[in-house]
């Protein structure tokens, strides 16, 4: 490899040096990535097929591996995407439409139909948009790129081809998100293999194309992460006026404890029942508070976020039937739904901005068109799609 010396007398790989380097490595990994499914017992010839085609890193796979939000959602932004109109009454006709399975789901697991549902909704809008990036070459990517968590993808990459070793889904079918991720309701690969069941009892588990699988699959999850049958997961609450007392999900109490403390449910009366039950405020004490259970820690671990498990939770009672929040967020700009999103960003092109296409997602230059105009009105420029930027374009 040749040298180039510079000031100082340091010397740097140059770029053509350094892409063979890279190059080389990347082969050396994915040699070995090939000697570990065979130890792991895959069969030689599936191994091949599955890496192929793969003669270097997926470069898309390492800029979202990359990529650090610019700013970090406000819950009411998250929600407001999340839990859209669309989703819940997409997810009512579903629920409709599968109305058997999910009864049978809930029948045999114990868990809410609802649930499963709204799982199903925000991970994939049911089942609509299950990630596009083929899994062996996502996977090695990740093996290969040799960060922290090496042996974490090294253990997706082997579960994934194992699945297709066992018969359960054909290669073709290993597409999700780069991280690993795939299927109706995203199961990471040692996820499936450990929690996938066959539900429509055809002798596979099937999560890409089988819809009661995939149900049966996540009721089976959440039983596995301690979903407790016939409880709830979340209640909305009022705090009284200078609450002072603990807060957050893990400092459990008794609803009676709760009651002491001066919580009540959102109307004002009593809090009745048992079980233990910590207080979320996701936007502090002047924002919606609410008493979350056992079974919301079992949704929470599908994401560990305690903002995903609220969205699920709000998803799951909005289908069920239950109005939106009765607090509202404390902001005088709030989030905008998938619908809105994508008007803002057709107004946003009207009033000349370069954006691309319209799609209803805001990337990152949707980002600078909203600063550019949020400078041009004379705004602190954030590039966030909210109800103020909205609605002054509408004007």
């Known amino acids: 490899m040749r040298l180039l010396p510079l000031a100082l007398g340091i010397t740097f790989l140059s770029t053509a040096a350094m892409a063979d380097d890279r190059s080389e490595k990347f082969l050396t990994c994915l040699a070995g990535i090939k000697q570990a499914a065979t130890a792991a017992g895959i069969s030689p010839s599936i191994t091949e097929l599955a890496l192929k085609d793969v003669k270097e890193p997926a470069e898309r796979v390492l800029k979202l ?15 407001g995407f999340l839990v859209d109109d669309q989703r819940i009454e997409d997810g009512t006709a579903m629920m409709a439409q599968h109305d058997a399975t999910l009864r049978a789901v809930e029948q045999r697991y114990g868990v809410n ?18 990630g596009r990036n083929f899994l062996p070459h996502a996977l090695t990517t990740m093996v290969c790129k040799n960060d922290h968590r090496t042996e974490f993808w090294r253990k997706q990459l082997i579960a994934a081809l194992q699945l297709v070793e066992r018969g359960d889904l054909q290669l073709e079918k290993l597409y999700g998100s780069w991280a690993g ?24 588990r099937d999560l890409v194309d089988s819809v009661p699988d995939a149900l049966g699959s996540t009721a089976n999850y959440l039983v596995g992460n301690g979903w407790r049958p016939g409880e709830s997961w979340l209640i909305e609450v009022k705090l009284p006026d200078n609450y002072t007392d603990p807060t957050g999900r893990k400092n459990k109490a008794s609803l009676a404890t709760w009651r002491d403390r001066g919580i009540t449910r959102w109307d004002g009366s009593a809090l009745k029942g048992q079980g233990q039950a910590g207080l979320l405020l996701p936007a502090g004490k002047e924002g919606p508070a609410f008493l979350t259970f056992k079974n919301f820690d079992a949704i929470w671990t599908y994401n560990r976020a305690e903002s995903y498990a609220l969205a699920i939770s709000h998803l799951a009672d909005r289908l069920a039937g239950y109005p939106a929040f009765r607090t509202a967020w404390p902001t005088d700009d709030p989030g905008l739904s998938r619908a809105e999103r994508l008007e803002l960003q057709k107004r946003l092109i009207a009033a000349g901005y370069d954006i691309g296409e319209a799609d209803g997602k805001i990337g990152s230059r949707s980002q600078a068109a ?15 799609a909210g109800r103020k930027i909205f609605d002054a374009l509408g004007e």
């Open 65 to 79: 591996s990359e990529v650090q939000p610019e700013t970090k959602f406000h819950i009411w932004d998250y929600m």
């Open 113 to 130: 139909r609802h649930v499963v549902a709204a799982v199903w909704g925000v991970e994939t809008d049911y089942g609509r948009t299950t």
């Open 181 to 204: 991720a795939f299927g109706q309701t995203q199961f990471i690969p040692t996820t499936y293999e450990h929690f996938a069941v066959d539900f429509d009892g055809d002798g596979k």
């Open 370 to 384: 909203i600063r550019a105009h949020e400078e041009k009105l004379g705004w602190d420029p954030t590039g966030r």
